[in-house]
């Protein structure tokens, strides 16, 4: 297998495990993705997930045109509608995905960051959406979801461009929450884990449930939205448990129900 799951302490680790091709990703290994993501989605012990890839030359670089066969018709009509390693449009995944960005994160890469909830990168990281220069167009989520998370000159910047920019640069467009070194990227990672898993799981579940569920509703409607988790949270030890906590002055002891 090139896609690594490794499940503890409340945390999913996915790795993209081709450095040989930049992590690039074919159609057997978008198959492979899906299934980790079914895997994690059937798992309520896990609170996080952290998205990488492996090495450190790249966090993905999208699709493996070399292993792709098909044309780019048969390619955007395949019934892929998750978008790109069934991530960016994915609906059901309802824990926080972080990007660990170690690399080259291009076209589909790219898209898979844009998917994530939060993103962190090295500072040796570039991004970019290249399909433009290539013939090609990003229909994966990459249009879609960055016209709608990035003011709109930003976005077409992005989009029209075709160009790859800095992690810095980037993080100034609003697709990375931090750059740091990449001898500090993992303590960057952890000190986010630590930020989330500080927090009820099944209140990230409801907030993340809302937020990707309601885009399509007024802030009214949305606001009395009954999505899944909204009862589940509101009715559970947790909130009970994180009343008591910040009575007695100490930290929670989340058990996700």
Known sequence: ??????????????????????????????????????????????????????????????????????TDLDYW????????????????????????????????????????????????????????????????????????????KWAMEVLLTGKRFSAFEAMGLGLLNEVVPAEELDNSVDRWLEELLACAPLSLRAIKQIVNRTPHMTAADARMANVPALVEVLTSSDCDEGIRAFSEKRAPRWEGR
């Open 1 to 70: 297998m090139s896609i690594d799951l490794e499940v503890a302490d409340h945390v999913a680790r996915v790795t993209i495990n081709r450095p040989e091709r930049l992590n690039a990703i074919d159609e057997a290994h978008q198959e492979e993705l899906l299934r980790t993501w079914e895997a994690i989605e059937a798992d309520r012990s896990v609170r996080v997930v952290v998205l990488t890839g492996a090495g450190d030359r790249a966090f993905c670089a999208g699709d493996d045109m070399r292993a792709e066969g098909a």
């Open 77 to 152: 009509l395949r019934p892929r509608k998750d978008g790109f390693g069934h991530l960016p449009l994915r609906d059901s995944l309802d824990v926080p995905v972080l990007a660990r960005v170690n690399g080259y994160a291009l076209g589909g890469g790219l898209e898979l960051v844009v998917g994530c909830d939060l993103a962190v990168a090295s500072e040796d990281a570039v991004l970019g959406f290249v399909e433009p220069r290539l013939g090609r167009l990003p229909l994966d989520g990459g249009i879609v979801l960055l016209a709608r998370q990035l003011p709109a």
